[in-house]
């Protein structure tokens, strides 16, 4: 039934003879049902909202999550719940959006026809008027001939034929640069297009490539950038702070009908730490996704294993082995919290508890926001001072309600599950180096589900390897501002001469461009 516990049936020949007791019973069972009834409305509202409604997590009234205190009474009559335009949401700017100053830019001049200028005695130029517009060139394909020169050559009486070297494509026998690798992997993962859309935007330029070629030029070009993996890993892990969350991905292997749900792991590094002489330093974010073909707790504890510092993320079961360790500690997530107090506010005639808990949530983002350029020993002083005084509020607030929610009701479930992780939840406060929800790495996952709707599938475990090595370097170049095409292109062509020991210099937060990047 829904995920729930079927509710016991009832035996005539068990029912007691006192009326009182057969009452007990009756009212038990009805509370029992009215739960039930309950639970399935709320779950049938939510598969609406999922289904129907925007995805947007602003409710209506927001403006009430900044308002005055809210007491704690005892549990009382639920009044209806109000709402009102949010006066603190911005006006939506207006005119022209202003263009980037660090784009390449072309003049163009423009004077007067010289019928304009003989019309006039006399004409002093006073200075000019400039009016800037946005241009696109559209996808420009063309070939690279690389001509190598060849030479018969003689030494000590013998002949020989001398050819000088180039690195035309960085695939073997492939014809295609590096540029055209970088170009297929970011329309891929970054962009979410499946290769059928990839290969008529190339027919469209009169360019023949089947789905097969470009498939094998995006699993031979990850492979080639999977020796980057180890160096990236070891970086995330050396992180003081860890996001982490996972996602499904569908596998479609041979020999199965149906394809199965695989996983794409995150983690994603933050934080800051002290130098010598005590002045913080970020650590720098990277990306790094993990491709099993399961769910189980044996992945996050693996990769986890030596890990030591603060782990943000949910409340999945799987990491809980690695913090009865001692080694990491739990940071939960917020956001999450909030999304659970959101899905119930957002449903006609829900009870005002879950508007009121979005208050105190709202309060803590409101202190955060303040916060955001901080440097980690204010940030935990400021909220040592404010937010754990909301904390507490909250916490007595939820302690006084609690008892009076059905205990399978979405809301009394919702109150679970925020007492239950009271202390993972609370942990942000302790540590300026911490944020308070995981949306750092929800960000980096993203695009997973954004391309899961495009290319719906991976077509092998080798194809989902190759998607966790580009997640984790395009997500890394955007955690750090570094543009993905301009940064594949030039590792890709580089790759193969660069020194093993020395592969750190080609990660996203330490890539220099070569001199040889260019556009023809």
């Not at 739960?35 to 049938?44: G, T």
């Not at 001398?162 to 690798?181: C, D, E, I, R, Y």
């Not at 913080?280 to 996704?289: L, M, S």
């Not at 350029?373 to 507490?392: C, F, G, I, W």
């Amino acid at each position: 039934m829904c995920g729930m516990q079927a509710l016991a049936p009832v035996e005539i020949a068990d029912l007691p003879r006192d009326v009182d007791a057969l009452i007990a019973i009756i009212l038990e069972q009805r509370r029992q049902y009215s739960a039930v009834l309950e639970s399935l409305r709320q779950q049938l509202a939510k598969l609406k909202q999922i289904t129907f409604a925007s995805r947007s997590e602003r409710l209506s009234g927001q403006a009430l999550l900044f308002g005055s205190a809210l007491p704690v009474p005892p549990p009382r009559d639920e009044p209806a719940v109000t709402t009102q335009v949010a006066a603190h949401e911005r006006k939506r700017r207006r005119g022209r959006p202003a263009l980037p100053a660090d784009l390449p830019r072309v003049r163009q001049d423009y004077d007067l026809t010289d019928e304009q200028k003989a019309s006039f005695d006399r004409l002093v130029r006073i200075g000019e008027v400039v009016c800037s517009t946005l241009d696109v060139i559209p996808q420009k394909v063309f070939v690279i001939d690389h001509v190598r020169a060849k030479y018969r050559a003689a030494k000590d009486g013998r002949i020989s034929i001398v050819v000088a070297g180039a690195q035309p494509s960085p695939l073997a026998k492939g014809n295609a640069s590096a540029g055209t690798l970088a170009h297929v992997l970011v329309s891929t993962y970054a962009d979410g297009l499946p290769l059928t859309r990839q290969e008529r935007i190339f027919a469209r330029h009169g360019i023949t490539l089947s789905k097969q070629t470009l498939c094998d030029w995006k699993l031979g070009s990850a492979e080639k950038l999977a020796v980057l993996m180890p160096a990236l890993k070891q970086h995330v892990l050396g992180a003081p702070v860890l996001f982490a969350d996972d996602t499904t991905l569908k596998l479609l292997e041979k020999g199965r009908r149906t394809a199965r749900t695989a996983r794409l792991w995150t983690y994603v590094s933050d934080g800051a730490r002290q130098d010598a002489e005590g002045r913080w330093r970020h650590y720098p974010r990277a990306a790094y996704f993990e491709f099993t073909t399961t769910h189980e707790a044996i992945h996050p504890t693996r990769f986890l294993k030596k890990y030591h510092g603060f782990l943000q993320a949910d409340d999945y079961s799987g990491y809980h082995a690695t913090f009865r360790t001692g080694r990491v500690q739990h940071c939960l997530c917020w956001a999450h919290v909030r999304r659970r107090y959101l899905d119930i506010a957002r449903e006609p005639g829900a009870s005002p508890l879950a508007a009121e808990a979005l208050q105190f949530i709202g309060r803590i983002y409101q202190i955060e926001s303040r916060l955001k350029r901080a440097p980690p020993d204010e940030r935990r002083a400021v909220r040592q001072a404010e937010t754990v005084p909301v904390l507490a509020h909250f916490r007595a607030w939820l302690d006084a309600y609690y008892p009076s929610l059905l205990p399978r009701s979405a809301l009394g479930q919702a109150f679970a599950y925020t007492l239950s992780n009271w202390a993972a939840l609370l942990r942000f406060t302790d540590d300026g180096i911490l944020a308070p929800d995981s949306n750092l790495v929800e960000r980096s996952i993203r695009p997973v589900a954004v391309g899961r709707k495009a290319w719906l599938f991976a077509a092998s475990e080798r194809g989902g390897e190759a998607a966790a090595v580009v997640f984790s370097l395009i997500e890394s170049c955007k955690l750090v501002g570094v543009e993905p095409y301009a940064y594949l292109r030039d590792v890709l062509q580089r790759i193969d001469q660069h020194r093993v020991d020395r592969l750190t210099e080609l990660l996203p937060f330490n890539w220099k461009p070569s001199s040889e990047l260019h556009s023809v």
